[in-house]
């Protein structure tokens, strides 16, 4: 049975940790932590939420974030997740998912 949606409230923090599947590592060059910070600041432009603090690390990712009223958590996580797996997993030759987003 699927947990329940998590209440998230408009300008209010969140900390927010996403870990690789089986805590393989998601991040493996400069150039993927890099491709991270490139995707996570366009998603940043187009929703307009705060990013105070982050932390890359070579298997996980802690994020302290701030969303607007007209912005969704939860979208705007699968959506930067979505798009470094999908780029991840081309320059890998790998299928499947990357992330465990844990928030």
């Not at 049975?1 to 400069?30: L, Q, T």
């Not at 802690?62 to 939860?74: A, D, G, I, M």
């Not at 798009?83 to 992330?99: C, D, H, S």
């Amino acid at each position: 049975m699927p947990r329940a949606a998590r209440v998230v409230f408009a300008s209010m923090p969140y900390h927010i940790i996403c870990r690789g599947n089986n805590r393989e590592p998601i991040f493996e060059e400069k150039e993927d932590f890099d491709k991270y910070l490139e995707i996570f600041r366009r998603y940043k432009d187009q929703y307009g939420f705060r990013l105070y603090h982050w932390v890359l690390m070579s298997n996980h990712v802690h994020l302290l974030v701030e969303t607007k009223e007209n912005s969704s958590l939860s979208k705007v996580m699968q959506g930067i997740n979505l798009a470094y797996t999908i780029w991840f997993n081309r320059k890998k030759g790998k299928v499947g998912q990357n992330f465990l987003v844990i928030q």
